[in-house]
């Protein structure tokens, strides 16, 4: 069990633990809750109860659910691996975890059938998983073994001692050697199925980012997230007026090149190994399929 002392006056449960332990989804966090896991000052609360100063909260986290997830051997390009993590390549095209209407295939079956052992933190459908990338972005990304390494790395992303780095291809010539893009994200209003930047119920959003390579219609950036939000760099792109090249969702329908999705890659991770302490760095290469679009443009600029 895991107690915490609440430092707000008339701060939401639900907000607070958020705040306080950031290994922790919202999902997981109203999931704890409604099954009773959590209680204020000794008794079962709700996620709306209002915190008084100084009151403790108590949080008793259950076994991790058996999963009905089926291990499948499909091949994964490995960069690091040890007892407590493991830092894979993600292939373009690769789901993340199982979700509605996606049970097989993902990468999550892959590392359970080559690691076994997967934290538990985030439930039964995201077991390891404590950073995630879109379906058709590529790159490095890491997953915890057991339940220490996933706080320790939650933590770190959360602080911003672990650091992202993004290569994209935008469309259009960015006037800006480098700059910050800031926008809370949020559903589209008039799109539930897409991100937007919004003024209300938004997450707060900040993107920085630095031109590498110019081409004319086209744009070769490095993008660091200074935030973790869903589509993040795809949203805060198209917001200026540069969406990721490939992308159907936020850009044009039609990619004149040869690419499946958006021509978005995580190209490096750093982070604090959560056992030894040590600094590591891991870079992931750039897909064919983008290098082949830079070739291309490089040769006609």
């Not at 994200?185 to 920085?208: S, W």
């Not at 198209?238 to 329908?253: E, S, T």
């Amino acid at each position: 069990m895991t107690e915490f002392s609440a430092d707000r006056e008339g701060e939401r449960l639900d907000v607070f633990l958020a705040r306080m332990d950031g290994t922790l989804s919202r999902s997981r966090i109203q999931k704890l809750i409604i099954d009773g896991n959590v209680s204020v000052d000794g008794k079962k609360a709700k996620a709306s109860l209002r915190l008084a100063v100084d009151a403790t909260v108590a949080v008793e986290m259950p076994e991790p659910e058996a999963t009905d997830i089926v291990p499948e051997k499909i091949p994964l390009d490995i960069l690091y691996e040890d007892e407590d993590v493991i830092v894979v390549n993600k292939a373009r095209g690769m789901v993340v975890h199982p979700a509605a209407g996606v049970s097989c295939g993902t990468l999550v079956n892959a590392l359970l059938a080559h690691c076994k052992d997967l934290s538990g933190i985030n439930g039964a459908l995201r077991p390891g998983i404590v950073h995630r990338l879109d379906k058709d972005t590529s790159g490095v990304m890491i997953a915890a073994k057991n339940d220490a390494a996933h706080r320790s790395l939650a933590e770190q992303i959360q602080q911003k001692t672990a650091k992202r780095v993004y290569w994209a291809i935008l469309t259009g010539n960015i006037a800006e050697a480098e700059g910050v893009i800031h926008g809370a994200i949020g559903r589209n209003p008039k799109d539930r199925q897409k991100m937007a930047v919004v003024r209300e119920n938004g997450k707060d959003a900040t993107t920085k980012f630095r031109v590498l390579e110019r081409f004319g219609a086209y744009t070769l950036v490095e993008c660091r997230l200074m935030t973790g939000r869903t589509h993040q760099i795809r949203v805060h792109m198209a917001y200026i007026g540069h969406p990721v090249l490939g992308d159907p969702k936020y850009g044009a329908k039609k990619c004149p090149f040869s690419i499946e999705g958006q021509a978005l890659h995580s190209k490096t991770l750093m982070f604090t190994h959560p056992r030894t302490g040590e600094r590591m760095e891991f870079e992931a290469p750039l897909p064919e399929d983008m290098q082949m679009i830079l070739d291309e443009l490089r040769g006609k600029k």
